[in-house]
């Protein structure tokens, strides 16, 4: 989905255009900033078109017919709430998954591999992101699944009694794998940009840290995570806007029913709400279309509003580094 | 991150175009070939254009075949672009006017109806084109075929029976070591003519137990249940998976286990011949025009061998076009399709059952009227 989060730096000094900048303009400065300026505000354009297209067309799905919304509930918040508790609990898992992992990779790279080691393993992962969802999709849904059903009866047996580690299904297409899946999609994401905002720490403040005494993981603590945070919550969310949209993964990798539960191992667990327009879209009856594309704009204004939730998070946590 | 992917995106889709290129070489090959012993009906022939229909996925790999062959029976002059949009697109397409013919896994509803005939300024042709049986297919190692009723078979897949040796499941196969491990029903995630078809005949043969209206959305959820998309999805799930049971066109199950059904007294397994068999004896829905063939599958027959539960996809055109080479068009292909060499081209393409001579000469008959003026 589209997060456009940028990493800014604090602001270096006060003075936004220092005396050294030539206020000359030439010619090509002129078609340059024509350019830009044309180019972010396309960007605008398309997202306020798909919102309008969302909105307009979508608008009608609000009030249909009960019998249209039959297959999860009887009024539209009664069929896209399951919807989103699915897409939600799917990308949790992603994240609780893939972001200690890839901040981990990234100190690797950036703090404690020597440098024949980092590149190539900066490369594969980079790598994994080439790779398209469908592929992601075949290979968990025939290979990965099945592999990991002794691990989901493991669980059950042992820690059956959280509700979250119930019956499993027999062919390991749960929610949980699902989750599984997007993670190792959405792990290249957020290490690319954790190892850039971490290799950009100033070697001064390691220097100074580790010159006081600190052991490399207090140096880390001290001068890595806190310069490198805004850059991290920027990661996380770019992972996570794209674990909420992703689609033809969990389509192929999610045994859907109609039934929210908490049951991470359930084999009909509600689908998510961009695999459920997939689903429901090509033979569909009377009102469905405009009932998914009301759940596709349920969607966008919640990435929408985790966007702006991290960029608050992300301003304020700029604004202590600075105070 | 964004280069590196660029960088295998474009060798890829260079490839992907060259197989496709390839492919499409291949199929023109084989049909070429591949000649008929009954000859193509006289209307197929002489007939240049272009010809747009959309709708059913279900019948998208006949239509290939018959695009093809009828593109060789016109040596290349005819182009038909059939785009498998689904069943519900497909009829608003039409009705819309922005295809020539539709086909559809369920007839014109009574309100369309009126519409299509608007469209067409008179008659709608709603002829029978794609059979296929739909197979009830398990993976219980060592056992390839059972015996179930239909009542067992609703109750299976609203999860009341839960263990493959239910005394219900042993009462009608006597001699078959049934395990004692849990059943897991696999359907269709997404929506589609089969699971409409396949729910249709639960509720038609076993009613106390298959309380459902036939929807093209699986209505059951939850006890060990699963799901997969498509029919391939659902397959590779039951080969994949052991103790389950799903159903699926028969043409794609490959080697899994088929159960063969209750009608009357004795028990069926999924044939071309069982399946013609039924829409041989099913009635004709009331109150349509001579030109609209639309069936109500008869999923209680009680004939021996008759195999009910099947998919049964229409071709829907208009008698009148007002176009001559549209009107020649459709008749030729549709003529094409309901011919014998047509139907024997989709069972090879794609499994499905060829019509019966009595309704395949009854179609035959309506396309031929298709005119112009």
């Known amino acids: 989905m589209s997060t456009t989060l940028t990493t800014k730096e604090a602001p270096a000094g006060g003075d936004p255009s220092p005396s050294w900048i030539s206020e000359r303009s030439g010619r090509g400065d002129a078609i340059f900033k024509g350019l830009t300026i044309a180019a972010a505000a396309l960007i605008l354009l398309a997202l306020a078109s798909v919102f309008i297209f969302l909105f307009t067309q979508g608008f009608a799905g609000f009030t249909q017919p009960a019998e249209v919304y039959s297959k999860y509930g009887s009024s539209f918040w009664g069929y896209v709430w399951p919807l989103l508790a699915s897409t939600i609990v799917a990308s949790l898992i992603a994240l609780i998954i893939a972001v200690p992992l890839a901040i981990g990779i990234a100190l690797v790279i950036t703090q404690y591999a020597p440098s024949w080691l980092s590149t190539p393993v900066a490369y594969v992962i980079d790598l994994l992101a080439a790779v398209p969802s469908v592929v992601y999709g075949l290979w968990a849904g025939i290979y990965l699944a099945p592999k990991l059903v002794p691990i989901y009866e493991w669980l059950h047996e042992h820690l059956g009694f959280i509700p979250l580690f119930g019956d499993v299904v027999s062919s390991g297409r749960s929610i949980s794998t699902a989750g599984l899946v997007l993670a190792i999609m959405i792990l290249p994401i957020i290490t690319a940009i954790s190892r850039e905002v971490f290799s950009r720490t100033p070697r001064l403040h390691r220097e100074a840290a580790l010159a006081l005494g600190a052991t490399r993981w207090e140096m880390i603590r001290m001068t890595v995570f806190p310069y490198g945070r805004s850059g991290v919550i920027s990661a996380v969310m770019l992972g996570l806007g794209r674990a909420l949209g992703e689609t033809m993964a969990v389509v192929m990798v999610l045994s859907p029913g109609t039934l929210f539960t908490f049951n991470l191992f359930s084999g009909s667990n509600t689908p998510s709400i961009a695999a459920n327009i997939a689903l429901r879209y090509k033979e569909r009856s009377e009102g469905t279309l405009e009932v998914l594309i009301a759940t596709g704009l349920v969607l966008f204004l919640l990435t929408f509003a985790i966007n702006f939730a991290a960029r608050w998070a992300v301003a304020r946590s700029e604004r202590k580094l600075a105070g | ?373």
């Open chain 2, 1 to 373: 991150m964004k280069r590196t992917s660029f960088r295998y995106v474009v060798p890829g889709v260079a490839a992907l175009a060259l197989t496709l290129s390839a492919c499409g070489a291949g199929n023109e090959g084989s049909s070429s070939n591949g000649s008929g012993n009954s000859d193509a009906p006289s209307a197929a022939s002489g007939l240049s254009g272009e010809l747009r229909g959309a709708g059913a996925t279900s019948q998208e790999k006949a239509q290939e075949a018959w695009a093809t062959a009828i593109q060789g029976l016109n040596d290349g002059n005819l182009t038909v672009d059939y785009q498998g949009i689904g069943s519900t697109d497909g009829r608003g397409q039409f009705i819309d006017g922005a295809t020539s013919f539709a086909g559809s896994d369920s007839y014109l509803k009574d309100e369309e109806l009126e519409s299509a005939r608007e469209r067409c300024n008179g008659n709608v042709i709603e002829v029978p084109a794609y059979v296929s049986p739909i197979a009830i297919a398990f993976n219980l190692p060592g056992i390839d075929s059972l015996n179930l009723s239909p009542a067992v078979i609703a109750d299976i897949f609203n999860n009341k029976i839960t263990k493959w040796n239910d005394p219900a499941i042993v009462a009608d196969n006597q001699g078959v070591e049934l395990p004692d491990a849990d059943i897991s029903p696999v359907h269709r995630s997404d929506d589609s003519g089969t699971t409409k078809n396949f729910t249709d005949y639960l509720g038609k043969a076993a009613p106390d137990n298959w309380s459902y209206e036939a929807e093209d959305a699986f209505p059951v959820s939850g006890g060990k249940s699963q799901a997969a998309e498509g029919t391939s999805g659902v397959v590779e799930l039951i080969t994949n998976t052991e103790n389950t049971i799903g159903y699926a066109d028969e043409s794609q199950i490959g080697d899994l286990g088929t159960v063969s059904v209750g009608v009357g007294d004795t028990f069926s397994a999924p044939t071309a011949d069982g399946a013609a068999k039924v829409v041989a004896v099913s009635t004709r829905v009331e109150g349509r025009d001579a030109t609209d063939m639309a069936t109500d599958v008869d999923r209680t027959t009680t004939e021996e061998g008759a195999y009910p539960v099947i998919l049964l996809s229409y071709l829907i055109a208009c008698e009148n076009y007002d176009d001559d080479t549209e009107a020649a068009n459709v008749k030729g292909y549709l003529s094409y399709i309901v011919s014998d060499e047509g139907q024997q081209a989709a069972a090879d393409a794609a499994g499905s059952a060829p019509l019966s001579d009595e309704v395949a000469t009854e179609a035959q008959g309506i396309v031929e009227n298709i005119s112009a003026g």
